[in-house]
């Protein structure tokens, strides 16, 4: 069954809005009684979930918000308490091997089949750069036009869909919901883009970035206790004598967010070395004084990918293999920052 709600991406294998969640819920409260259970000793949400036959990543906000009022730290159950049990024909349904659909991806990396639970209990902000009306940086290739804001969310998707094959909630900020993946080699621009929910993206950069900055906030909020963390991916532009690597920038307030940037570039330094060890890889870790990463509240890192004006950056963003393997190393870094954050 193909979800047609426009809400967050969801970890392990599914996806459903919190809105029409809460509807539901708001609904079946009044026409329905849930079914309960109650919770054994060293027993957490995901394993009640399972001995329930119940999906954890696709009814445990349904569960937390059943269940808000008797749930200690960090959503943790009690011994001996009755808790609410979700419907599960309020919520979505799994399609064959294990699998969910993801309309986000596409047609054709619609559907996604979870790989581990390395990620599980993990939660990731992504937000692209620019979009809506503004491209961000271009390039050209040939007669074709390189826009920042395509690329930059293809290589986002890809690394949402890597993050939920490994466990992982994810939130798409920077939404496309007719774009999806893309294997061509010149992303088609277009200014349909939107801010999670489903907002309008202002011209105004200013108000522009207020408004992810609010959505990752409020986001955190309500997740509050939980390992969150924001990654922003962008292009750079520069002269096009200039090729450079994969640069990482974080708060200089956030040790946490410091220690993001490094588990990333020493995982992009380490893949460097084994696939290219002639070439040497010279992306660095600094701070740096941006709007998103000094007042969202999650660690942040912020990513520039290459640059959109050099022949050989521009090999890095227009075949499709590397937009992955960028997403498919960005993965592996947030893999080993959860890991060394644990």
């Known amino acids: 069954m193909k979800n047609r709600f426009s809400g967050q991406l969801l970890s392990l294998s599914y996806k459903f809005s919190l809105t029409l969640i809460f509807f539901f819920l708001s609904l079946a ?22 001995r329930h036959d119940l999906s954890p990543s696709e009814h445990l906000n349904a569960f937390i918000e059943l269940n808000k009022n008797k749930l200690g730290k960090n959503n943790s159950l009690y011994v001996g308490q009755s808790y609410r049990l979700p419907n599960k024909a309020q919520t ?20 996604v089949k979870p790989i581990d639970n390395a990620l599980q209990g993990a939660i990731y902000y992504l937000v692209s750069g620019h979009g809506g009306p503004d491209p961000g940086a271009v390039g050209r290739y040939g007669n074709h036009t390189l826009c920042e804001d395509e690329y930059a969310y293809d290589v986002t998707l890809r690394l949402a869909r890597r993050l939920i094959e490994h466990g992982a909630l994810v939130y798409m900020i920077t939404r496309d919901e007719n774009d999806g993946i893309r294997d061509a080699s010149f992303l088609k621009p277009d200014k349909d883009e939107t801010c999670y929910p489903k907002l309008t993206i202002p011209h105004n950069q200013l108000k522009r970035l207020r408004q992810r900055k609010d959505a990752v906030n409020k986001l955190y909020m309500k997740h509050r206790g939980s390992f969150q963390r924001l990654v922003i991916t962008h292009v750079d532009s520069r002269s096009k004598g200039q090729d450079i690597d994969v640069f990482f920038y974080h708060d ?38 941006l709007y998103v990463l000094k007042y969202s509240y999650p660690p ?15 090999q890095r963003f227009i075949k499709s293999n590397n937009r992955q393997a960028l997403a498919n190393w960005l993965a592996e870094g947030l893999l080993l920052d959860f890991k060394n954050n644990k």
């Open 252 to 289: 200089k307030r956030s040790k946490t967010g410091k220690k993001l940037a490094g588990n990333l570039q020493q995982t992009f330094k380490r893949k460097y070395d084994t696939h290219q060890p002639n070439r040497g890889y010279h992306g660095t870790v600094s701070s740096r004084n």
């Open 92 to 111: 979505t349904q799994p399609v064959s091997s294990g699998g969910a659909i993801y309309p986000i991806f596409g047609k054709t990396y619609e559907q």
């Open 29 to 50: 409260s009044i026409a329905q009684d849930y079914p309960t259970t109650v919770a054994k000793d060293g027993e957490g949400i995901y394993s009640l979930l399972k």
């Open 300 to 314: 942040a890192v912020f990513i520039e990918l290459g640059n959109i004006n050099h022949y050989r950056d521009q």
